[in-house]
């Protein structure tokens, strides 16, 4: 009986270290940058006590440039299945603590192993990212990780709902999944997307350009239209997330989720009578419109600040 009361004990003092990350004083630091962990980002998304981790001791196997001698329990991604307001989804979160968040060949397979369960389920795949990029003492293996993932990404565009969170400077393969996901949300002021970053600019072109301009939130919301949703807090974004997934259903064979509508059933709205100005040069407001036909008056609207001539969106 001992031997196996000193076994539970082991194994809750690994969890203990596992959850730690990379550390102490790398959460400090993660936390000092106005940035949560990737943890405390799952707790803030998913309902209390649903969260399931796989995979929570893998170690990546690499032995070169000195990687031998740096070992964190879970590799630098906390990945599993939860429940959001009730329904089933899958969830994984990159660790800046661990390696700058980069990608790892085991890493990878943590990655799509939730991507499958998620397809295989026909529910949706949220990621937050928070990653330098593939891990480079790796080479090879990092980018072939990254081949899976996208691999992945394709497999399940039209199937189930994939989801992307900008939560750090994620540069090259760590942007390169989010950008073949269904939604993008970028956190302003801390989270970049670009192939590679300011320093590599400079050097190959001369230009000498700073993070936020070359793919800061500002840019992606505005410019390219890669982002569709920019939120000022680590909170909004993930509020956001939660609206996103009550207007979509979990997969390309299930239903949007109801919202019960406290709407009058013979609500008429008279405004619509006078929106439209007798003077065809004059502008309306088609927000005004849009919250006159639609239960509640809500509307979540996608990609607000860019092409700002169209207005898309989802509502009830």
């Given at each position: 009986?001992?031997?196996?009361?000193?076994?539970?004990?082991?194994?809750v003092?690994?969890?203990?270290?596992a959850r730690l990350?990379?550390?102490?004083?790398a959460?400090e630091?993660q936390?000092?940058?106005?940035k949560?962990?990737?943890?405390?980002?799952i707790?803030m998304?998913?309902?209390?006590?649903?969260?399931?981790?796989?995979?929570?001791?893998?170690k990546?196997?690499?032995?070169?440039?000195?990687?031998d001698?740096?070992?964190?329990?879970?590799?630098?991604?906390?990945?599993g299945?939860?429940?959001?307001?009730?329904?089933?989804?899958?969830?994984?979160?990159?660790?800046?603590t661990?390696?700058?968040?980069?990608?790892?060949e085991?890493?990878?397979q943590?990655?799509?192993?939730?991507m499958?369960?998620?397809?295989?389920?026909?529910?949706?795949v949220i990621c937050?990212?928070?990653s330098?990029?593939a891990?480079?003492?790796?080479?090879?293996?990092a980018?072939?990780?990254?081949?899976?993932?996208?691999?992945r990404?394709?497999?399940?565009?039209?199937?189930?709902?994939?989801?992307?969170?900008?939560?750090?400077?994620?540069?090259?393969?760590?942007?390169?999944?989010?950008?073949?996901?269904?939604?993008?949300?970028?956190?302003?002021?801390?989270?970049?997307?670009?192939?590679?970053?300011?320093?590599?600019?400079?050097?190959?072109?001369?230009?000498?350009?700073?993070?936020?301009h070359?793919g800061?939130?500002s840019?992606?919301?505005?410019?390219?239209?890669?982002?569709?949703f920019?939120?000022k807090?680590?909170e909004?974004?993930?509020?956001?997330?939660?609206?996103l997934?009550?207007?979509?259903?979990?997969?390309?064979?299930?239903e949007?989720?109801?919202?019960?509508?406290?709407?009058?059933?013979?609500?008429m709205?008279?405004?619509l009578?006078?929106?439209?100005?007798?003077?065809?040069?004059?502008?309306?407001?088609?927000?005004?419109?849009?919250?006159?036909v639609?239960?509640?008056?809500?509307?979540?609207?996608?990609?607000?600040?860019f092409a700002k001539?169209?207005?898309?969106?989802?509502?009830r």
């Amino acid at each position: 009986m001992s031997k196996q009361v000193e076994k539970i004990k082991e194994l809750v003092a690994k969890r203990e270290q596992a959850r730690l990350g990379g550390g102490e004083k790398a959460i400090e630091k993660q936390h000092a940058r106005g940035k949560y962990t990737a943890r405390e980002r799952i707790e803030m998304l998913v309902d209390e006590g649903s969260f399931e981790e796989y995979d929570m001791f893998k170690k990546h196997r690499c032995t070169n440039f000195g990687m031998d001698k740096k070992h964190y329990y879970g590799d630098g991604v906390v990945a599993g299945s939860a429940t959001v307001d009730g329904r089933l989804v899958y969830v994984y979160a990159q660790d800046f603590t661990v390696n700058g968040g980069s990608l790892s060949e085991t890493m990878a397979q943590k990655i799509c192993k939730v991507m499958d369960m998620a397809m295989t389920m026909g529910a949706p795949v949220i990621c937050m990212n928070d990653s330098g990029g593939a891990r480079i003492q790796e080479g090879i293996c990092a980018l072939a990780g990254y081949g899976e993932i996208f691999e992945r990404n394709i497999l399940a565009s039209g199937v189930v709902p994939q989801i992307s969170a900008i939560m750090g400077p994620c540069a090259g393969g760590a942007v390169y999944s989010p950008a073949l996901t269904d939604f993008i949300i970028m956190k302003e002021q801390t989270s970049y997307m670009f192939l590679t970053g300011p320093k590599v600019v400079k050097t190959v072109t001369g230009e000498d350009i700073d993070a936020e301009h070359l793919g800061g939130a500002s840019v992606h919301a505005t410019k390219s239209g890669v982002t569709h949703f920019a939120a000022k807090t680590e909170e909004e974004a993930i509020e956001m997330i939660k609206s996103l997934l009550s207007f979509i259903p979990s997969n390309n064979t299930e239903e949007a989720p109801r919202v019960e509508c406290n709407d009058p059933i013979n609500r008429m709205e008279d405004s619509l009578n006078e929106i439209i100005p007798d003077d065809p040069n004059k502008a309306y407001d088609m927000y005004k419109v849009i919250g006159a036909v639609t239960d509640n008056g809500e509307f979540f609207e996608v990609q607000p600040k860019f092409a700002k001539n169209i207005i898309i969106g989802f509502a009830r």
